[in-house]
């Protein structure tokens, strides 16, 4: 029998304009028209070959030195995994009608007139042609959740920064923001599946008062009641069977992280959205004001990004936050990316935030944060060509261990090295 009993018809603003520029009474989620996508939701969560370690002194600049060295076996594939056998997978409750706001309208603070313009109208990106991997083997997979396991290790650098969040991917986003309770805050992707998860987040947040509520909505005994509620809520949307495909392949996936991210928060003194309830209250009162907009941006397109950055201009809201993962190893730095970055209104509090990739060695990441005004002027010199110019990786001998990497040298530095040592080599011939 559901746990989940009938709730409370709810006034949110879900439905996706066809369009790019959302009107006041579409609930826009970011998606565009696009394609049938080619593959079934539900393929293997987010997993990347990783990154032998390659220890690289910042600002060394040839290419075959700064490269990566690729994997010499595949990592094993994060699970996705049911509730059945997983300790404390099904701790979230039944949402109770009376637990279901009123009204959003009674909500303070709820963004309208000229700023919910700026902050909705900016343009998106059209959905990637080839979602990008290290490898070609890890090509073509859809990140529906994270898998860095030690997000944790940012809180320190994240907690209360205010102005504006930006990021990639799908739960590490509410994670973020709960830390650093922005203004504003663009959940941007450039893949549709990533994009369109966020609507079905949106319901679960405007619905449940509660942190033990949301996550009632992802326990298995809910499953049925809540594609209902989907089907109910998001009506009008133009992706709800690809959302509620995405929902019931990676609801035992996404429950399974919440409780192993639960364990590790909790150990390390660390609030967790989904079972802290001050931090879940910040999030939902973003969501219920229409502070948190889901959007297609690639980072390397044209459109998403230079957006943005006009529109947290616009706003004056400094994007403290930038948060790309493990991107970056995906490709060099090509002219429209370092066009993109430039293009982010940032200030002396911002922030990168950025993972790599050792999980053939500790299943997990390296985590790396860089000030953003310090990160935009080393890109732009040419000769810095990838991450692994910028950040010099810690070796991981030990599956226990997760560097954690602040870089603050700067160019100017960086070049001054970088010259000293070609001086040193010429005369050592």
């Given at each position: 029998m559901n746990r989940l009993v009938p709730l409370i018809s709810l006034w949110i603003l879900l439905s996706l304009s066809a369009c790019n520029t959302p009107t006041k009474d579409d609930a826009a989620t970011g998606t565009a028209k696009t394609e049938k996508a080619t593959s079934e939701p539900g393929g293997p969560s987010k997993v990347d070959a990783a990154a032998a370690p390659n220890v690289v002194e910042p600002g060394e600049g040839d290419?075959?030195?700064?490269?990566?060295?690729?994997?010499?076996?595949?990592?094993?594939?994060?699970p996705i995994?049911?509730?059945?056998?997983?300790?404390?997978a099904g701790d979230g409750t039944a949402i109770?009608?009376?637990?279901?706001?009123?009204?959003?309208?009674?909500?303070?603070?709820?963004?309208?007139?000229?700023?919910?313009?700026?902050?909705?109208?900016?343009k998106e990106d059209p959905p990637a042609e080839e979602l990008h991997g290290i490898t070609p083997e890890f090509e073509g997979r859809h990140y529906v959740y994270g898998d860095e396991y030690n997000l944790q290790l940012f809180y320190p650098k994240v907690k209360d920064l205010g102005g504006a969040y930006v990021g990639v991917g799908a739960d590490q986003a509410y994670i973020t923001i709960a830390w650093q309770k922005p203004e504003l805050a663009w959940l941007i992707d450039y893949d549709e599946w990533v994009v369109s998860i966020h609507a079905a987040y949106r319901v679960f947040f405007s619905?449940?008062?509660t942190a033990d509520e949301f996550r009632g909505f992802w326990d298995k005994d809910n499953e049925d009641a809540t594609l209902a509620l989907l089907d109910k809520e998001l009506a009008d949307h133009p992706k709800l069977q690809l959302i509620k495909k995405l929902y019931k392949a990676n609801r035992g996936g996404l429950r399974y992280r919440?409780?192993?991210?639960?364990?590790?928060f909790e150990a390390a003194n660390v609030p967790y959205v989904f079972y802290d309830q001050e931090a879940y209250e910040v999030v939902r009162n973003l969501v219920l004001q229409k502070r948190i907009r889901p959007l297609l941006a690639n980072l390397l397109d044209d459109e998403g990004m230079v957006g943005i950055g006009a529109a947290a201009k616009a706003l004056n809201v400094p994007i403290r936050v930038l948060y790309v993962s493990n991107a970056e190893e995906y490709w060099n730095y090509e002219d429209q990316y370092r066009a993109n970055i430039n293009a982010l209104f940032f200030d002396e509090k911002s922030i990168l935030m950025r993972t790599l990739s050792t999980w053939k060695r500790n299943k997990d990441y390296q985590y790396a944060v860089q000030g953003a005004q310090n990160y935009a002027g080393w890109l732009t010199r040419k000769w810095v060509e990838r991450v692994s110019y910028i950040v010099q990786r810690q070796a991981v001998s030990s599956p226990d261990e997760t560097p954690f990497i602040e870089t603050t040298l700067d160019i100017e530095?960086?070049?001054?090295?970088?010259?000293?040592?070609?001086?040193?080599?010429k005369k050592g011939k």
């Amino acid at each position: 029998m559901n746990r989940l009993v009938p709730l409370i018809s709810l006034w949110i603003l879900l439905s996706l304009s066809a369009c790019n520029t959302p009107t006041k009474d579409d609930a826009a989620t970011g998606t565009a028209k696009t394609e049938k996508a080619t593959s079934e939701p539900g393929g293997p969560s987010k997993v990347d070959a990783a990154a032998a370690p390659n220890v690289v002194e910042p600002g060394e600049g040839d290419p075959e030195e700064a490269e990566a060295e690729p994997p010499d076996t595949a990592p094993e594939e994060a699970p996705i995994l049911g509730d059945e056998g997983v300790e404390g997978a099904g701790d979230g409750t039944a949402i109770d009608p009376s637990a279901v706001a009123d009204s959003i309208a009674a909500i303070d603070g709820v963004l309208e007139g000229e700023r919910y313009d700026l902050f909705w109208g900016s343009k998106e990106d059209p959905p990637a042609e080839e979602l990008h991997g290290i490898t070609p083997e890890f090509e073509g997979r859809h990140y529906v959740y994270g898998d860095e396991y030690n997000l944790q290790l940012f809180y320190p650098k994240v907690k209360d920064l205010g102005g504006a969040y930006v990021g990639v991917g799908a739960d590490q986003a509410y994670i973020t923001i709960a830390w650093q309770k922005p203004e504003l805050a663009w959940l941007i992707d450039y893949d549709e599946w990533v994009v369109s998860i966020h609507a079905a987040y949106r319901v679960f947040f405007s619905l449940a008062k509660t942190a033990d509520e949301f996550r009632g909505f992802w326990d298995k005994d809910n499953e049925d009641a809540t594609l209902a509620l989907l089907d109910k809520e998001l009506a009008d949307h133009p992706k709800l069977q690809l959302i509620k495909k995405l929902y019931k392949a990676n609801r035992g996936g996404l429950r399974y992280r919440m409780t192993r991210l639960q364990k590790t928060f909790e150990a390390a003194n660390v609030p967790y959205v989904f079972y802290d309830q001050e931090a879940y209250e910040v999030v939902r009162n973003l969501v219920l004001q229409k502070r948190i907009r889901p959007l297609l941006a690639n980072l390397l397109d044209d459109e998403g990004m230079v957006g943005i950055g006009a529109a947290a201009k616009a706003l004056n809201v400094p994007i403290r936050v930038l948060y790309v993962s493990n991107a970056e190893e995906y490709w060099n730095y090509e002219d429209q990316y370092r066009a993109n970055i430039n293009a982010l209104f940032f200030d002396e509090k911002s922030i990168l935030m950025r993972t790599l990739s050792t999980w053939k060695r500790n299943k997990d990441y390296q985590y790396a944060v860089q000030g953003a005004q310090n990160y935009a002027g080393w890109l732009t010199r040419k000769w810095v060509e990838r991450v692994s110019y910028i950040v010099q990786r810690q070796a991981v001998s030990s599956p226990d261990e997760t560097p954690f990497i602040e870089t603050t040298l700067d160019i100017e530095t960086a070049e001054a090295n970088r010259a000293a040592r070609k001086e040193r080599k010429k005369k050592g011939k």
